[in-house]
């Protein structure tokens, strides 16, 4: 299987799976007065993580973003800002990988890594991108999309400084679980001696998605 299919395979498959979850878990949010941003953040965090140690491409994880972001258009009605939330935190994960993977690439090349260190590291990186990709969308927001919700300072002070701290906080735990199911994908490609195993669970799971989006699109 050619790798730039599977790196889009891949895409795919966890931004579906990653825009369904932001359906389901932010209606139930909502239903209860939870805050969303934190909770969904954390589950982008958990696919980014986890597509991105599979394959360290520059770019996918936006990509993945942009699959998730497409979902956002099932709901009703549809809100520039929330599609613009996804994208950014793609986008500044997807930096923040790059830059993280290019220094480690640098590091091998001299000095041998601690074994530990890529865990360690992307559950860091996570945890900061996070909270900037908050900060950033907050400014974006309201100087850029010249939303009047982001116009209220206590509403960016909110944004900012309490749910994104909180949303860089469930980024560990999520990141942490991205890494081992990665790691774990990994160990089975490696057993199998090929990659079709991937492309046969991808297809069935893509299936399921594609059904339930089509619930969804009948429901909203």
């Not at 965090?45 to 996918?60: D, H, I, N, Y």
């Not at 935190?89 to 480690?104: H, I, K, M, P, S």
């Not at 260190?117 to 990709?133: E, Q, Y």
């Not at 001696?193 to 046969?200: D, E, G, K, S, T």
Request: hydrophobic share 60%; proline share 5%.
């Amino acid at each position: 299987m050619n790798p730039k299919r599977l790196i889009l395979l891949s895409v795919l498959l966890f931004g579906s799976l990653w825009g369904l979850g932001e359906l389901w878990i932010g209606e139930l949010a909502l239903a209860r007065s939870i805050p969303r941003a934190p909770v969904m953040t954390a589950i982008g965090v958990l696919f980014l993580v986890l597509s991105r140690r599979v394959w360290r491409a520059p770019g996918s994880s936006l990509a993945l973003a942009a699959v998730a972001s497409a979902f956002k258009f099932l709901q009703h009605p549809v809100w520039g800002c929330k599609v613009a939330a996804v994208l950014m935190v793609g986008a500044v994960f997807d930096l923040g990988f790059t830059l993280y993977e290019a220094r480690r690439a640098r590091a091998r090349s001299t000095v041998s890594a601690p074994a530990g260190a890529p865990i360690v590291g992307t559950t860091l990186i996570a945890a900061l991108a996070t909270f900037a990709s908050f900060v950033l969308f907050a400014y974006f927001a309201r100087d850029v999309l010249h939303n009047p919700y982001w116009g209220i300072p206590e509403k960016m002070t909110d944004y900012m400084f309490v749910q994104g701290p909180i949303a860089a906080l469930l980024s560990l735990p999520a990141a942490v679980a991205g890494s081992l199911a990665a790691d774990r994908l990994l160990s089975a490609a490696r057993a199998w001696a090929n990659n079709r195993w991937i492309v046969l669970r991808a297809v069935a799971l893509g299936s399921g998605a594609a059904g339930v989006a089509s619930a969804l699109i009948l429901r909203y």
